[in-house]
């Protein structure tokens, strides 16, 4: 993995891979919807929907087929704290990706009608989410967790702040938002370092807006809740939440390997074993992080028959209290850490999600950890750094949602 600097300030991260036959690569920009103030929640979602409705050069039906005529693909996500656009393409085919990146990222225009349009997708899009509950529990546990906040806006918006967002906005938050600066140009593929920042150097030119300072406030401390949200559904379905420390915090990786041992991927992990395995209550039971620059939160969540609530939520109280007064020998210690770096290495098979999360590392940490220091830490974790790590488990810290 190398990492690079244009002459506009753009970093570029490259990880080669002389056999690969997929490019993969994509420009990520330290922008989300906590960057939104009220009247504008979803417009960082809603930018990027438009980003691929036209620029100066290209109509959107030309955007769409740059890639998918080579078989590749031009797609992009949004989250709390970044925007992401990106392609993924055979190998051969980078200039046509990296132009067509810059051309979008500097040159969109966010026509009117194009506009409209992609508010009647976006809108769609908001009702498809509402009717997974699933998905739609993070959100109102964001809303709670995060109250008075723009942590708790929801990334998607709402039909009203949608339907109000003009081409002068979507703009703004281009020209604020969109500078060097504030973003990292990621590739993974066949070609050399050298060549490739070579060529980001050429397309990226008129990348040159003015860099402008980020300013997030970490949000209060909100009140423990236990809400109850009523929705059409058969299953019920819970959140039981843990708001955790930032993105550097120097237990992070205890906290990981905790939530792994808890609920975590592999069908032994804690709680799949407690209310799945031995009682057969629930199909899926996991646990999840989100990570941000200054605080985080994880997330036990479980679908179950309404009647099985009050069993399943005693269970996880169980487990969580376990954690509390937290005692694993040296040789369960190993073997949970044998399990989690394993699915590590597995993950890092995925290149572009790889290469995603190193973007996002260089992005908001500013650096990228090779996999032997990521492993070199995680074998340093010791029972007592695990146990530091868990008093930010415990019931008394823990909030409730069920959608029923």
């Not at 969109?108 to 739609?136: A, H, Q, W």
């Not at 070579?198 to 300013?215: C, H, L, M």
């Amino acid at each position: 993995m190398e990492c690079g600097v244009t002459s506009n300030g753009l970093r570029v991260l490259v990880h080669t891979v002389p056999s690969a036959n997929v490019e993969c690569c994509g420009i990520m920009v330290n922008a989300g919807s906590r960057d939104e103030d009220c009247r504008r929640e979803g417009l960082a979602h809603f930018v990027e929907h438009t980003l691929f409705k036209g620029t100066s050069k290209r109509r959107a039906w030309h955007i769409l087929n740059r890639m998918e005529s080579v078989g590749g693909e031009l797609n992009a996500y949004t989250n709390k704290e970044e925007t992401t656009v990106y392609t993924v393409a055979p190998s051969g085919h980078f200039d046509r990706s990296c132009e067509l990146l810059a051309d979008i990222v500097i040159n969109s225009e966010f026509s009117c009608n194009e506009l409209e349009k992609e508010r009647d997708v976006v809108c769609d899009e908001i009702d498809s989410y509402r009717d997974v509950p699933s998905e739609m529990i993070f959100d109102e546990v964001d809303e709670r967790l995060w109250k008075g906040s723009t942590l708790s806006h929801n990334v998607l918006g709402t039909k009203s702040t949608v339907g109000r967002f003009t081409s002068k906005d979507c703009q703004e938050w281009l020209n604020e938002m969109f500078t060097p600066a504030n973003s990292v140009f990621y590739y993974t593929g066949a070609m050399s370092p050298c060549s490739v920042i070579k060529k980001v150097e050429k397309y990226f030119a008129g990348y040159d807006r003015s860099d402008r300072k980020i300013n997030r406030s970490t949000p209060d401390c909100t009140e423990i809740y236990f809400d109850r949200m009523k929705i059409d559904s058969h299953q019920c379905h819970a959140a039981e939440t843990f708001r955790l420390p930032g993105l550097s915090y120097e237990l992070m990786p205890e906290i990981n390997l905790l939530c792994n041992i808890l609920g975590g991927s592999g069908m032994n992990s804690r709680l799949n074993v407690s209310l799945r395995e031995k009682r057969g209550l629930v199909y899926t039971v996991d646990m999840s992080t989100s990570i941000c620059t200054d605080v985080g939160s994880a997330t036990v969540y479980f679908g179950c028959d309404p009647k099985d609530f009050n069993k399943c939520h005693q269970l996880v109280s169980k487990e969580i209290d376990a954690f509390s007064s937290f005692k694993i020998s040296q040789r369960a210690l190993d073997a949970a850490k044998r399990q989690y770096m394993g699915q590590l290495v597995v993950g890092s098979e995925n290149r572009e999600s790889m290469i995603m999360g190193c973007a996002r590392s260089q992005l908001l940490k500013g650096k990228v950890q090779s996999r032997k220091e990521i492993m070199d830490r995680l074998n340093a974790i010791t029972t007592e750094s695990l146990k530091e790590a868990s008093k930010w488990f415990s019931t008394d810290r823990m909030s409730t949602l069920i959608l029923v």
